[in-house]
């Protein structure tokens, strides 16, 4: 969160709520000239202010903070349309299902653009009865290596992590419609899709 509660939302829900500045002011303990000064942006509400503010307008503190009422967007959020984080430095790996402010080791990670496979990072799928053996055709060295491979559909991801000592393979149960993921160190997110 990079605001503070503005003067324009403090007014917006003072009279949305239908009440007067002396009303509010009334409510939380402070006069009508402070509320006055918070809405023409001559001073803010200490901290300490906020969670009676919050309640008499009606709304959470983290909404009020940042100025509109928030929707619990995840109600219908699709797994086809989460993220990917990769740490740099460590290698951690996040997939969020929206939007997400992720860091690790210190580093805001930015949300990962997946390309398409390429000759250089191309995928096998082989079926055998109901398992699906991946191969990445890659090389698998310290330096240069598949971290992770994933399959996300619209409900599940399964996700397995790879080691540079190991072969760039491994096997998923590849149900319904999706989407396979990995990841090399070098050069990023790539998707292959089913
Ligand atoms: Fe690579």
């Known amino acids: ?5 503005t003067g324009n939302t403090i007014k917006q829900l003072r009279e949305a709520r239908g009440l007067t500045q002396t009303e509010l002011a009334e409510r939380i303990g ?8 918070w809405e023409t942006a001559k001073g803010l509400p200490d901290i300490s202010l906020l969670q009676p503010l919050a309640q008499e307008l009606g709304i959470s503190v983290i909404e009020l903070m940042n100025g509109e009422p928030i929707q619990n967007k995840n109600i219908s959020a699709n797994m086809l349309r ?7 430095l460590c290698g951690n790996a996040v997939h969020s299902l929206g ?3 992720v860091s690790c080791c210190g580093i805001t990670l930015p949300p990962l653009e997946a390309e398409q496979t390429d000759d250089d990072h ?16 890659h090389p698998m060295t310290k ?4 971290s992770f491979v994933a ?6 991801i399964q996700m397995v992590k790879l080691y540079p000592e190991g072969n760039a393979e491994t096997r998923l149960q590849l149900r ?3 989407q396979i993921y990995f990841y090399c160190n070098r050069h990023g997110l790539f998707r292959h899709k089913r």
């Open 1 to 5: 969160m990079n605001t503070y509660v």
């Open 30 to 37: 402070v006069s009508s000239k402070t509320i006055s000064k």
């Open 82 to 88: 989460g993220r990917f984080y990769v740490c740099p």
């Open 99 to 101: 939007n997400a402010v």
């Open 122 to 137: 191309a995928i096998t799928v082989e079926t055998v009865e109901d398992e699906h053996f991946i191969t990445v055709h």
């Open 143 to 146: 330096q240069h290596f598949i």
């Open 151 to 156: 399959f996300v559909t619209a409900d599940r």
């Open 176 to 178: 319904g419609i999706g």
